[in-house]
């Protein structure tokens, strides 16, 4: 079946230092991949994707890489704000009818200054 | 402004009583969504609907019933058999099947039974 296993947080940082936060999963085929950003409170806002293998995608200064042969999508950020503090989903979409998605557990950032 | 609302953004219920979450989107949207969120669990999917007068059991439905009476509502009833009740609940939607889209969620709706 399909899976998403996300690092557990809570991530605890300093501003301007470097983020990763990693993200595995299971699936047959080859899944579009979402990374998606709740901050408190709130609803889930998409942060990036990538459709096919070797995509790479980013915005906000965040970037993941769809990686076949790790089956990855870890979520990198050069230089984190204190706005970066929120909770990030990975997630991915079933290989089937009804463009569902499964999540992974979350991780909660925590940017400090 | 294109969007998804949910309301109420608070929700108290005592256990027992049905409630329903309102769910409502203009985006055009054919395919409407729920979800439960609970803490340190992500997402997990309680109905969804790709077109009006259908919807489908998601992973965790038991407890709950929907309705999809027009394109742009989705309205989801927590009913007094859903063992426990109290979550974050998330309406999300997506543009038509079969093309990769990516979901749009709504605001939220925190509910506490007690």
């Known amino acids: 079946g399909n899976s998403v296993t996300q690092m557990e947080g809570p991530v605890t940082l300093s501003e301007e230092a470097f983020l990763t936060i990693n993200c595995t999963y299971t699936a047959t085929g080859y899944p579009s991949l979402f990374w998606y950003v709740q901050y408190p409170g709130e609803g889930l806002q998409l942060l990036l994707k990538?459709?096919?293998?070797?995509d790479k995608g980013s915005n906000k200064g965040f970037e993941a890489t769809y990686r076949k042969e790790t089956t990855s999508f870890h979520l990198e950020k050069g230089s984190v704000q204190v706005s970066d503090s929120a909770v990030y989903f990975c997630?991915?979409?079933?290989?089937?009818?009804?463009?569902?998605?499964?999540f992974g557990g979350g991780t909660r950032l925590m940017v400090k200054p | 402004d294109g969007g998804i609302t949910q309301s109420p953004k608070y929700l108290f219920r005592k256990e027992g009583q049905n409630v329903t979450l309102s769910c409502e989107q203009n985006l055009n949207h054919d395919a409407m969504y729920w979800y439960r969120q609970d803490p340190g669990q992500g997402l997990r999917l309680i109905y969804y609907?790709?077109?009006?007068?259908?919807?489908q059991k998601g992973d965790i439905a038991e407890g709950y019933s929907v309705s999809r009476e027009k394109k742009e509502s989705f309205p989801l009833t927590v009913t007094s058999a859903q063992k426990n009740p109290t979550a974050f609940y998330l309406c999300?939607?997506?543009?038509?099947?079969?093309?990769?889209?990516?979901?749009?969620f709504g605001p939220g709706t925190r509910l506490t039974v007690t």
């Open positions: 999300a939607s997506s543009p038509r099947q079969g093309a990769r889209n990516e979901q749009y």
């Open positions: 997630a991915l979409l079933r290989n089937n009818a009804g463009n569902m998605l499964t």
């Open positions: 990538a459709t096919k293998a070797d």
């Open positions: 609907s790709q077109i009006v007068n259908d919807f």
